[in-house]
T-cell receptor, first 115, second 115 residues
């Protein structure tokens, strides 16, 4: 199994530009999570999906952030317009169906730098 | 909401020695799972060990074991015979069926292994 795949691995952009982060969960997993990690705030849950439906987006910082999951094998996190304070590592994670005892499997993360 | 607290931002241990990382949590649930994740400098989040709340026996995975005290809501991680490769950030996490698929993470403990 390839694990959770995220792209790009690194992104450098200028303030005001649109940024799109992509995630492919592990096949068969029905839950997908987007996290943001910074030194100041630690690991924050932004949004999560069950069966492609957004369940809780209360962690999304503001309207500049949006996330979609058009199908079971793909999700995007978009920031428009980006700001320097959005610089962080963004993780995608997926979790299998069948039991809340299951763990989350994390992708390698996307390191975003907004100049 | 459930909260997970890691009161030790940083810890250090001599190589080959034993170290214990602390984690406490707040919940009114009786059934839940607890997890320890390791995040090395590569930033990849790796599951170390997990514990079911209804099991009294502490989970063990090779050099990693937990001390689970349900009444005290405490879930500490013990690393025996510490190795240089154990140096990483360690996160404690909580999940229960009543929180859906959502995980709650602590703020992490940075572990340094001294040669």
């Amino acid at each position: 199994d390839a694990g959770v795949i995220q792209s790009p691995r690194h992104e450098v952009t200028e303030m005001g530009q649109e940024v799109t982060l992509r995630c492919k969960p592990i096949s068969g997993h029905n839950s997908l999570f987007w996290y943001r990690q910074t030194m100041m705030r630690g690991l924050e849950l932004l949004i999560y999906f069950n069966n492609n439906v957004p369940i809780d987006d209360s962690g999304m910082p503001e309207d500049r952030f949006s996330a979609k999951m058009p199908n079971a094998s793909f999700s995007t996190l978009k920031i428009q317009p980006s700001e320097p304070r959005d610089s962080a590592v963004y993780f995608c994670a997926s979790s299998p169906e069948g039991g809340w005892e299951e763990t989350q499997y994390f992708g390698p993360g996307t390191r975003l730098l907004v100049l | 909401a459930q909260t997970v607290t890691q009161s030790q931002p940083e810890m250090s241990v001599q190589e080959a020695e034993t170290v214990t990382l602390s984690c406490t949590y707040d919940t009114s649930e009786s059934d839940y799972y607890l997890f320890w994740y390791k995040q090395p400098p590569s930033r990849q989040m790796i599951l170390v060990i997990r514990q079911e709340a209804y099991k009294q026996q502490n989970a063990t995975e090779n050099r990693f074991s937990v001390n689970f005290q349900k009444a005290a809501k405490s879930f500490s991680l013990k690393i025996s015979d510490s190795q240089l490769g154990d140096a990483a950030m360690y996160f404690c996490a909580y999940r229960s069926p009543n929180t859906g698929n959502q995980f709650y993470f602590g703020t992490g403990t940075s572990l340094t292994v001294i040669p």
